[in-house]
């Protein structure tokens, strides 16, 4: 079958809308008809090559849509089903996935840096040449083929151009204040960042019962829009941020600070505004390679914690109909996080926008 998707196949070149040959699924996995992809920062690293995949690539990690065929084997899915994708696909059996881990899967992490299916060939071909796909996923493209447990049946009273958010910025934000940092009432938290997964873990802060929830970015025009989202502080980043937080934290710095950009500089300074006992987490991804300077001497003698937070330590079989319920509730502003819509032919102009910051989220609408 054919389809449309946007390829990289070059670094620090524009995405080329293509037509390629999708195959069927095979053995225990799917075939899922995207309805939404959202535009995120992640996908940027690899335009960069600073987050290294083989070209050419169908980029895309966030994502869902509707399962249109199912592989042999295939249990828990059935087509005309609603799902959210998952970038983690897992083995459900490694030392990892044991223990509550399946971000780490030791199986599958290789397999989704390569590009390719684990059986490493590729579903998807041009020319009869493999176009590989990011995570997994690659739904930068009018369909995916992807293993079972990567996608996630939701309700279907749900916007799909939401659900897409929950498999990425939702999970990575919300997770990171409820299951990684495990944030706990009446806790001070700040958040560098006030982008997509930023403002998800400011409402991951809120409803966790943190107080205050500072926010901090350098764009003055998402001050409004975090406060919004429920931050009871807003803060522009200079150079008297630290001295700020510290101020409306009892001259101590916060319990909790969060770095939501994968800036170097700004973990640095992320770890100055935590506390003593504090506890950083450090959610953006930074360029592969990079290094950040953080003083052994003052961890060692403030017992400052520095943790990384990956997909939000999220179980994404558990998780995603929570996050799913917790917006039908009208807990979690998703339709707000939504700031722009774009075809798939409009890819380079919704990646120019979420580089000037004019939007909270982008999405791709099939």
């Known amino acids: 079958m054919q389809m449309r998707a946007a390829i990289l196949n070059e670094f620090n070149t524009p995405f080329s809308i293509e037509t390629v040959d999708i195959a069927p699924p095979q053995a225990g996995e799917v075939r899922v008809k995207v309805a939404a992809a959202g535009i995120c920062h992640s996908d940027w690293h690899v335009v960069e090559g600073l987050s290294y ?82 995570t997994g996923l690659g739904c930068f493209a009018e369909y995916v083929v992807i293993p079972e447990n990567a996608a996630v049946p939701i309700r279907k009273d749900v916007p799909l151009n939401v659900a897409a958010l929950v498999g990425c910025a939702v999970s990575t934000g919300v997770g990171a204040a409820m299951y990684t940092a495990d944030v706990r009432p009446g806790e001070s938290v700040a958040v560098y960042g006030a982008g997509g997964v930023g403002l998800n873990i400011v409402m991951g802060a809120v409803l966790c019962g943190a107080d205050p929830v500072i926010a901090i970015d350098t764009n003055s025009s998402k001050m409004e829009i975090a406060r919004e989202f429920g931050a009871s502080h ?89 996050f799913i319920d917790l917006y039908r509730s009208g807990k979690l502003r998703l339709d707000e996080l939504v700031s722009g819509t774009y075809t798939l032919e409009q890819i380079n102009e919704a990646y120019a926008k979420m580089l000037t910051g004019e939007v909270a989220r982008g999405v791709i609408e099939f």
């Open 53 to 134: 995949f083989p070209l050419p690539i169908i980029c895309g990690h966030e994502g869902a849509g509707v399962v249109e065929s199912v592989g042999a084997g295939v249990s828990s899915l059935q087509p005309g089903d609603h799902v959210t994708l998952s970038f983690r696909a897992n083995c459900g059996k490694c030392y990892y996935c044991q223990r509550d881990k399946p971000n780490l899967c030791e199986v599958y992490t290789p397999v989704l840096r390569s590009g390719l299916m684990a059986d490493g060939s590729s579903r998807i071909h041009r020319d009869g040449e493999p176009v590989h796909i990011m």
């Open 234 to 322: 807003t803060l522009y980043s200079d150079d008297s941020t630290v001295e700020k937080i510290q101020a409306l934290t009892g001259g101590r710095g916060a319990d909790h600070v969060f770095e939501s950009v994968g800036l170097e500089a700004l973990q640095e300074t992320a770890f100055d505004a935590t506390r003593p006992g504090g506890t950083l987490t450090l959610v953006g991804l930074t360029p592969v390679g990079s290094g950040t300077n953080l003083p052994g001497a003052i961890i060692t003698r403030t017992e400052k914690v520095i943790r990384g937070s990956f997909y939000g330590s999220v179980l994404p079989q558990r998780d995603f109909p929570v």
